[in-house]
């Protein structure tokens, strides 16, 4: 429930003695120009010329581009309207945008002035919660109009000092941009080395004869290959305040081609049936979930110590044929994807894979040695992006931490003489 319109400053100035030697609170109204006045509404004539060389801005992103501009310079943006204010949980939404392009009738203009920059509000904007300072709009929808905008609380810094911290701030920003870039690189590498590999376009060394694998590949039907099945318990985490536990893995911890581990349910030891302890190596079959999500598949790495999962996961054994993590990468890329995808039967919402199904499958398989040589190939791309998504991780953590202390002036910077 939001509350009632804030449109006075009441609590902060109860806080004045906090604000930073040689900072000042202000009014957005006071401290910027509004410029809202820039706007171009959408209309027919903008759908009808959504493509162009300039950027189309609406409240939190670039809506398209068109021939075209309103204005040619740098400003803050802050949504005025619309479900977004939910989807980002109350925050301050803001872009911070440069050069020729045109804005919707849906986000506030900010332009600095000789005492604010607009960039210092984007990111002093950025993630605050302004939950107090909207107005219900409807079922999921709310407003920041312009008068209460321009009551909006800011503290600001002298220039110099809000201009420093921008750079510093962007610099970050830079490194978590690069990071970003490279993991979409590796991801994309990835996939063409996996379109490569999985369909024998591209042979590997073998590492024993140090010769290229060479000959064709074979072609099973899946229950060639499985030595046993086995589904999950039909248990479930009681509402219980028993601390002896063990975690449960359930369809939703199961990606295509990962276990997330973040969220588990646990179930009493005293429920637990030992045989449905998960061992590393073991590959788990997602047997039930929604159509686009049904057939998910993972192999089982020791994510924690001791675990169990549930009856909408199916174990599958191998014989000495199969290496159950080459098996993994093919069932979710390509062509192995497509087969699962499409075996689903149920409704709109629920569906399942059923093993008189899955087991009539076909495929076609490289030897043990090529598979696990593709497998390691593979497990190296994957550890390279892993390692990327940590870094990128921390450099938003440390981001964050940083700008509590410098929007905030618990840590100043030096400015020159």
Avoid at 197 to 223: A, H, P, Q
């Amino acid at each position: 429930m939001v509350p009632k319109s804030v449109t006075n400053l009441d609590l902060i100035q109860a806080r004045v003695s906090e604000i930073p030697t040689g900072w000042e609170l202000r009014k957005v109204k006071e401290a910027l120009n509004i410029r809202n006045n820039l706007r171009k509404p959408i209309s027919q004539e903008v759908r009808d010329t959504i493509k162009g060389q300039y950027p189309y801005y609406g409240p939190t992103k670039v809506q398209g581009y068109i021939s075209e501009y309103e204005q040619d310079g740098t400003y803050a943006l802050i949504g005025e309207d619309g479900d977004h204010f939910l989807k980002y949980g109350i925050m301050a939404q803001t872009q911070f945008i440069s050069g020729k392009c045109t804005v919707n009738n849906h986000a506030h203009i900010l332009e600095s002035s000789d005492t604010c920059d607009s960039e210092w509000f984007f990111n002093y904007f950025k993630h605050r919660d302004i939950t107090n300072f909207l107005s219900r709009q409807g079922s999921g929808r709310f407003k920041l109009n312009k008068a209460t905008l321009e009551k909006l609380p800011i503290l600001v810094p002298p220039l110099q000092e809000q201009r420093k911290i921008a750079r510093i701030l962007t610099t970050w920003g830079n490194a978590i941009s690069t990071t970003e870039k490279l993991i979409v690189n590796s991801k994309q590498q990835k996939k063409a080395l996996m379109q490569q590999l999985l369909t024998g376009k591209k042979r590997l060394v073998n590492s024993e004869t140090e010769k290229v694998f060479e000959g064709e590949w074979e072609e099973f039907k899946f229950d060639e290959i499985v030595t046993s099945t086995q589904l999950g318990t039909t248990e479930r985490a009681p509402n219980s305040e028993d601390k002896n536990t063990v975690p449960l893995l359930k369809m939703g911890n199961l990606s295509w081609g990962g276990i997330n581990c973040d969220k588990l349910e646990y179930l009493p030891r005293s429920q637990l049936d030992q045989s449905l302890l998960l061992r590393k190596g073991d590959f788990l079959f997602n047997t039930r979930n929604t159509p686009e999500l049904v057939g998910k598949s993972a192999v089982w790495k020791d994510e924690v110590a001791t675990a169990t999962f549930d009856n909408n996961i199916n174990r599958i054994t191998f014989n000495l044929s199969m290496d159950p993590y080459y098996l993994c990468y093919y069932l979710t890329f390509g062509k192995g994807k497509s087969t699962i995808n499409s075996l689903p039967a149920g409704s709109t919402s629920v569906a399942a894979i059923y093993w008189k199904d899955l087991k009539n499958i076909r495929l076609v398989l490289p030897g043990l040695m090529e598979q696990k040589t593709i497998t390691s190939v593979l497990a190296t791309a994957d550890k390279e992006i892993e390692l990327l998504e940590e870094k990128l991780a921390h450099l938003k953590q440390e981001k964050k931490a940083l700008m509590q202390q410098l929007l905030t002036g618990k840590r100043r910077v030096k400015i020159a003489a």
